[in-house]
């Protein structure tokens, strides 16, 4: 059994942003790692996003991710020599591609401002990773620090609560085997 915790983080007055912590649910709590944690964290982004064009940024290691992609016939762009977009992979290759790169810090990024290239933030994940989306992140329905080695997503958003992801993803992991809620 898995749980995931969903909550407001304080980051300051000036972001508004959700923690998501995937873990075991014993008294250990290790953060859930494999091709389990590439298919949970999958449904939660794929449900998060709900009806929004959303993407992967990738700004490290990029040779892997681009031969990763290549041979599994994954679309994706590069706006710089240094990174790397992957736009809403199939949920299959989704699941493979996060248990692949879960060592990796990324980043997530949803709505309708991905239908055209934005060079500003892209060439800013190259040059800052993700600190890019701190001046981004109100553009777009959110924007996520994907830290999924350690369990965790955040998530920067001045549209989403953290009780409106509890209604989106609890549907998604459904038979799952994962508790989500809100953590006492």
Known sequence: MYQLEVEPLDLGPDVRAISLELAEAD??????RGADAGRMWGHVLRATAADEPWALDFFSHV???????QRRDIPFREPTRRSIVI?????????QLLERFQDETFGARAGSELAAPDT??????AARGLDAYHTAFTRYFFCGVCQFDQGSLVLLSEKLWASEVIRRVRPALAGLEVEVHLPA
């Open 87 to 95: 736009p809403a992979p199939e949920p299959v290759l989704l699941g």
């Open 27 to 32: 008294e250990y709590r290790e953060p859930v």
């Open 63 to 69: 040779e892997r991710v681009r031969d990763f992609c």
């Open 120 to 125: 500003a933030l892209e060439g800013d994940l």
